[in-house]
């Protein structure tokens, strides 16, 4: 069955570690997608990214980082400079203009 | 940009009640989807309106696209505890969806 999955589900980390999250999609899709989610909150656009080798900050981009080499793989790296990292994180991935979303299971990130 | 909004932010239902939720747009959408997410878990596409005045149902869900495409509601007749998490509206814009901040559903059995 095609979907994206992101692993780990849990992570734990100490304050001032570089953390990477990974995600990757057998969707065929071309667009994926970093969002944030804190408690109560919802879903804060970190990076996109709607072709290989090409990606886009969206509204809370600074203290993280992303990469595109392949089309099915869009790993985040939470870094030191992230104030407040401790958060669920969540990718998505969509066919493109004005299709639907499909999430991944998400990475609950704590830092300590 | 394009800004969406949700209203209310939390709605606490008695089970077999009805209730409504409502998304607005600053701008025309061209589509709007909805998305809901179990507590703990992760959105899920629920579905989506693109013409202006569509009306679509799922069993006890009513997804409704205003005439203006800039407003939607999501109405749930007699609520079940099934029902409950949030519900997020969202727009494209800038090739990309403009996500409501979510209307968070309790069920009081």
């Known amino acids: 069955d095609g979907g994206i999955t992101q692993s780990p589900k849990y992570l734990f980390r100490k304050e001032g570690q570089n953390v990477t999250l990974s995600c990757e999609q057998n969707?065929?899709?071309?667009?994926m997608y970093w969002y944030r989610q804190d408690p109560g909150q919802g879903l804060r656009l970190i990076y996109y990214?709607?072709?290989?080798?090409?990606?886009q900050k969206g509204d809370i981009a600074e203290g993280y980082s992303v990469s595109r080499e392949k089309k099915e793989s869009f790993p985040l790296t939470v870094t030191s400079a992230q104030k407040n990292p401790t958060a669920f994180y969540l990718c998505?991935?969509?066919?493109?203009?004005?299709?639907?979303?499909?999430f991944g299971s998400g990475t609950r990130l704590t830092v300590v | 940009g394009q800004q969406v909004m949700q209203i209310p932010q939390y709605q606490h239902v008695q089970e077999g009640e009805d209730f409504t939720t409502y998304c607005n747009s600053s701008t025309t959408l061209s589509n709007i989807q909805w998305y809901k997410q179990r507590p703990g878990g992760h959105p899920v596409f629920l579905i989506q309106l693109v013409k202006s005045g569509e009306v679509k149902k799922q069993k006890r869900l009513t997804f409704q696209f205003g005439e203006a495409k800039k407003n939607s509601s999501l109405h749930i007749t007699a609520t079940q505890t099934t029902d409950v998490g949030t519900y997020f509206c969202a727009g494209y814009g800038d090739y990309k969806l403009s996500f409501g901040a979510g209307t968070t559903v309790t069920v009081r059995a």
């Open positions: 969707l065929n899709h071309d667009a």
């Open positions: 998505a991935s969509s066919a493109g203009q004005y299709s639907s979303y499909t």
């Open positions: 990214s709607q072709i290989v080798n090409d990606f």
